[in-house]
């Protein structure tokens, strides 16, 4: 009777621990984390991204890379590179579908390729030397879909994109600071740019939707 009453308390402590973590780990704590992630709402559902003409040209959430054709004027701010699927090209188009996984690591000899490749492309593209190219902009981020970049990287494109909208860098690097935001809740992350919402201050535009629209 007695081994039978120890049993039966300790099969009874068992359910209580278990009880006490399944309420804790199962719904307190993912209840919690909901919350905590509606605290800012202000970027929540999609954060749709509009033109001078209401149409909505993407994401503020998601960086596409705007591109243009071989050999033409390059008037916009360039994201954090999306990397390539394939494992055979040093950039991906300017499309979240090319931001999947990798298995590339720290220790890759084609990463290494990579990065001395995306840092002596963008080093041209900039007129900069390329030690003034900031590690960022030669790498991806976890999301791969990353919308800013650091200060550092939108600093060596403000001459070229002056240059090729008509605008004095003075006026330029002052929309990089208005769309430049800080760290979040003031320790969280780092300073960044806003790629997408940059570009549609310069002008970017929905091409297949007509003036007007939404």
């Given at each position: 009777m007695r081994l039978f009453r120890s049993f039966l308390r300790q099969t009874l402590a068992g359910f209580a621990v278990l009880a006490v973590f399944t309420a804790l780990l199962g719904v307190a704590y993912p209840a919690t984390v909901w919350v905590v992630s509606r605290l800012d709402m202000s970027s929540a559902e999609g954060s749709p991204l509009r033109d001078s003409n209401g149409c909505v040209v993407g994401s503020s959430l998601i960086g596409v890379d705007p591109q243009v054709p071989p050999g033409e004027p390059d008037p916009y701010f360039h994201t954090r590179t999306t990397g390539s699927v394939a494992d055979d090209d040093a950039f991906a188009p300017g499309d979240p579908s090319a931001a999947l996984p990798t298995n590339q690591g720290p220790?890759?000899?084609?990463?290494?390729?990579?990065?001395?490749?995306?840092?002596?492309?963008?080093?041209?593209?900039?007129?900069?030397?390329?030690?003034?190219?900031?590690?960022?902009?030669?790498?991806?981020?976890?999301?791969?879909?990353?919308?800013?970049?650091?200060?550092?990287?939108?600093?060596?494109?403000?001459?070229?994109?002056?240059?090729?909208?008509?605008?004095?860098?003075?006026?330029?690097?002052?929309?990089?600071?208005?769309?430049?935001?800080?760290?979040?809740?003031?320790?969280?992350?780092?300073?960044a740019v806003a790629v997408p919402e940059l570009n549609v201050a310069l002008g970017l535009t929905a091409p297949s939707c007509a003036s007007g629209e939404g």
């Open positions: 220790n890759s000899e084609l990463l290494a390729k990579f990065v001395e490749q995306r840092r002596a492309a963008i080093a041209q593209r900039e007129s900069v030397d390329p030690a003034q190219v900031p590690a960022d902009a030669v790498t991806g981020s976890g999301s791969g879909i990353d919308p800013d970049i650091s200060e550092e990287y939108a600093a060596i494109q403000v001459a070229r994109v002056a240059r090729v909208n008509g605008l004095s860098e003075h006026d330029v690097e002052a929309l990089v600071r208005e769309h430049t935001h800080g760290r979040q809740y003031g320790v969280l992350g780092a300073v």
